[in-house]
């Protein structure tokens, strides 16, 4: 069993792919917002020396599921590009300056444009895309293959 964390805004998407992944026999986190996220997975970074990160978290935001700091611990992490109040492209960059999460398989799920999808991945040449709409066979494939790389 996989933890996967997915980062998307899109209620509808992440209802389905959580269902989906789940399944398949995964556990999943569902972040509904790039704030959530980070919060979780790096619970102790200082939010205030980052000017993308000091907006407070919007109140009332819909969601799957609340992560909480106890399932800050993920094997992958499914994210879009396209995200509110956060650019999907700044939260990478967080993910990719702190030791916890620089190493984290990741996998962009997004109907973002070739030229955002290849920054994306500049930054982060060890991630997967899959562009929307995807199959769940992708989806799979796409964990599969990020787990076992390197």
């Known amino acids: 069993m996989v933890h996967v964390g997915l980062l998307e805004d899109n209620t509808r998407i992440a209802k389905l792919c959580a269902t989906m992944l ?19 997975l790096l619970p102790d970074l200082d939010k205030s020396s980052l000017s993308v990160l000091s907006l407070p978290l919007p109140v009332g935001v819909p969601g799957v599921h ?30 990719l300056s702190q030791p916890q999460t620089q190493h984290l398989p990741l996998i962009f799920c997004t109907a973002a444009t070739s030229t955002e999808i290849a920054s994306a991945l500049s930054l982060a040449p060890h991630a997967l895309c899959i562009e929307k709409p ?17």
Do not use: K
């Open 66 to 95: 609340t992560a909480r700091v106890v399932d800050a611990l993920i094997d992958v992490l499914i994210m879009d590009l396209h995200l509110p109040d956060i650019a999907g492209i700044d939260v990478l960059r967080v993910l």
């Open 22 to 40: 789940q399944y398949a026999g995964h556990r999943v986190t569902v972040y509904n917002h790039p704030r959530i996220c980070l919060d979780s």
């Open 134 to 150: 995807f199959t769940f066979q992708e989806l799979s494939q796409a964990i599969n293959s990020v787990l076992h790389a390197g």
